[in-house]
């Protein structure tokens, strides 16, 4: 595995733009915000949970949802009661143990840098990368704590995510697993993250996946549903994504995947504490 440092990313905003970008499109207030938070923090204590009650996950509720206090506790209340009730998902698996080792070295799930065509973090998934040495338990909770760890970037809670996944290769190992519950509930949690999803880039996506993606279809927002792109080739998916900005894996020139594994390992193990509080099987106290 090639461990070379990461530069700084491409694509990354100046905070003074930032800023800007936030109060014209998320409605955010820098001197207000504090008491937004507030609200929200006893309104969260008052109807008892216990999760995602810090200043950092109720700024990104708060943030995804423009502020609105209403859609902000909506969107807190269907993402807590999803993970009270769906612990195959939210079960707390520690990313030191050697099959979560195994899997993050993989390369399944990569988070590079920014979109320099819109400043958004870029998140890939590539099941192919992967065999039956692990769990499919394991990789969709894996898959969970990169999209957790990718939404703590300031950046990123601003300008959103563009989410790649590469279905070159896609067999039945993986295939058996996406059962219509599974790809249902994975669909919810990306109602509910507090993540503004700017594209869900499906490439290479087999004929036989097409029949899970009308149902998945069923049940994502409007918003999210407008935003899947299906691309047959990387020159299709460089009309939204810069060559710039893509590891050579996706004809792009930002060198290949592995150069990214250390980083992403790295902030993942820096933030597992946080992770571990917002999952199941866990008491903070």
Request: aromatic fraction near 10%.
């Amino acid at each position: 595995m090639d461990a070379t440092p990461v530069e700084e990313p491409i694509g990354q905003i100046p905070e003074e733009q930032l800023q800007k970008v936030a109060a014209e499109q998320l409605n955010e207030n820098i001197e207000e915000r504090n008491e937004h938070i507030k609200t929200i923090k006893k309104w969260l204590e008052d109807n008892n949970y216990t999760k995602l009650n810090d200043y950092r996950s109720i700024l990104m509720f708060l943030r995804v949802s423009k502020f609105d206090h209403e859609k902000t506790k909506k969107r807190l209340a269907s993402y807590l009661d999803l993970l009270q009730n769906s612990p195959y998902f939210f079960e707390w698996i520690d990313p030191r143990s050697p099959n979560m080792d195994y899997l993050i070295d993989s390369g399944v799930y990569a988070t590079i840098q920014y979109n320099t065509m819109t400043g958004t973090k870029i998140s890939i998934y590539r099941p192919s990368t992967t065999d039956s040495a692990s769990t499919f338990e394991e990789m969709l909770n894996l898959g969970r704590l990169f999209t957790e760890t990718a939404i703590l970037d300031n950046q990123t809670q601003i300008m959103g995510i563009d989410f790649i996944s590469d279905m070159s290769n896609f067999g039945f190992w993986h295939l058996r697993h996406y059962t219509p519950s599974v790809i249902i509930l994975y669909v919810k949690y990306m109602n509910t993250i507090p993540c503004r999803v700017k594209g869900l880039h499906l490439l290479h996506m087999p004929a036989v996946f097409r029949g899970l993606l009308s149902i998945a279809k069923l049940f994502l927002s409007k918003k999210l549903r407008n935003r899947i792109h299906i691309h047959s080739d990387c020159k299709s998916l460089h009309n939204f994504i810069h060559p710039d900005s893509l590891p050579e894996e996706f004809g792009g020139t930002a060198g290949p995947i592995t150069k990214y594994i250390a980083s992403n390992k790295e902030m993942i193990l820096k933030t597992s504490s946080y992770l571990q509080s917002i999952s199941v099987n866990y008491d903070s106290n």
